[in-house]
């Protein structure tokens, strides 16, 4: 079956502009994770959806970063006013009991 | 809070020889223990996991871990690597309504 995809593959903006990030899970997945790897380093969390609602957004850096899951599936990453400190690869996984997660190829994002 | 160190950042050997990539991790509650693994340019793989049950536990491509509570530790481990193995591995651990958290990395680097 199809896997977790994430759309686009590579985003470069310049500093200050506004993006948005997508993440499709595996169908019937209702765990919904995102992670930020910095080059070097292993992912971090940001936020976690059970359903539609945010069970933990801690790791969210700052009130830049706003993530939506409307319907319980498709899940959007929103930063606002990039900086070049948000440059990374950003990881979203799915699960369906939590322990194993599935994940997508993440979107790299490149700020100017 | 949780933490992960993964205590080697490089692991350079050649094919056909043994390998052991090293994990420790820090709880006093259970947790459930993954390694992962990242080839250049490609999202997280699931190589294996530990849940509960037998500490020596076997994923795909002949690697194997062995959970050690005393120790806090989880190392992965196999016995003869091969070309193809070159990538990033990563060690994490999940305790239930968390998400995962990474180490660092390990960079194990197969050459002939």
């Known amino acids: 079956g199809a896997g977790v995809s994430q759309t686009p593959s590579n985003k470069v903006t310049e500093k200050g502009k506004y993006v948005e990030l997508r993440c499709d899970p595996i169908?019937?997945?209702?765990?919904l994770y995102w992670y930020r790897q910095s080059l070097g380093q292993g992912p971090e969390f940001l936020i976690y959806?059970?359903?539609?609602?945010?069970?933990?957004d801690s790791g969210l850096p700052n009130d830049r970063f706003f993530a939506v899951r409307p319907e319980g599936s498709v899940s959007t990453l929103k930063i606002q006013r990039t900086e070049r400190g948000d440059s990374a690869v950003y990881l979203c996984a799915s699960s369906l009991t939590g322990d194993e997660q599935f994940f997508g190829p993440g979107t790299r994002l490149t700020v100017l | 809070a949780q933490s992960v160190t993964q205590l080697d950042s490089q692991v350079p050997v050649f094919e056909e020889a043994p390998v052991e990539l090293r994990c420790n991790y820090s709880?006093?509650?259970?947790?459930?223990l993954f390694w992962y693994v990242q080839y250049p340019n490609q999202g997280l793989q699931l190589l294996l996991k530990?849940?509960?049950?037998?500490?020596l536990v076997k994923g795909i491509n002949g690697f194997e871990a062995e959970f050690n509570k005393s120790q806090t530790s989880f190392h992965l481990r196999k016995p003869s690597v091969h070309i193809s193995d070159t990538a990033e591995y990563f060690c994490a651990v999940y305790q239930a309504g968390t998400a995962l958290i990474f180490g660092k990395g390990t960079t194990l680097s197969v050459s002939s």
């Open positions: 169908s019937g997945h209702t765990a």
């Open positions: 709880s006093s509650v259970s947790v459930y």
């Open positions: 959806f059970q359903g539609t609602g945010a069970a933990d």
């Open positions: 530990y849940l509960s049950g037998s500490t």
